[in-house]
């Protein structure tokens, strides 16, 4: 553990200054294109087929009732856009994640390299294919352990008004966390159920840094970069709060 106490948002922030460090930038560059590549493709479509199924709605309101329609619009697009937020975090997080991941292994070793002193190799490609199977086992770990407990969760948003809300935004915190933070954990080839515990036992840590990952990818444009922002600071917080607990 640090000597000094950090608190989890400020990991998350300082991802923000090492996507731009000299070295580390290559490595940012291909989540980072994923990610723009798979949410502006998103945003496309899903907006588009929103405003196609609320015109359709529009449309069958007979004329004689042009209030409603206007009144409608209104109500339709704010509920529109937050279905579109709540599809975003269950399916296109998950994607991009599934497809970044090798890339995403590979940013978080190039970070610790820089963060503990080591020169950052340009090895790549190679590391990429040798790793690629128990990569995409341990995404496959993460999504069997997610999409159980999303469903429950979101039964419960649609179900306790405010209380299902707080519960899902609390979740997707602790999603958030353990999304990031698993690839330097995985890195050092521990287990999940291991990187789980670990994250459980800093909790103000783990969900101050979740949290703050999930407002800032609701924030459009934002979001483009908060994949490779976010793993740059769970890779600090690996180094700085949790690594020493294994090279001890």
Known sequence: MSMHQRSGMSYFFQGFSLITVKGLKRFVFVPLIINIGLFAGAFYFLFGEIA???????????DWLGWLKDGLIYILWPVAVLSVLLIFALIFGTLANWIAAPFNGLLAEKVEQHLTGQTVD?????????????????????LLYYIPRAIGFLLLFFILPIIGQVLWFLFNGWMMAIQYADYPFDNHKISFAAMRNQLNKRKSLTFGFGIITSLFALIPIVNFIV????????TAMWVNEFKPEHTA
């Open 52 to 62: 196609l199924g609320i015109q359709g709605v529009i449309n069958m309101i007979p």
């Open 122 to 142: 340009s090895s790549g490609l190679g590391d990429i294919l040798k790793d690629l199977p128990r990569t995409l086992g341990r995404e496959l770990t993460k």
């Open 227 to 234: 994949m490779p922002v976010a793993i740059c600071g769970a």
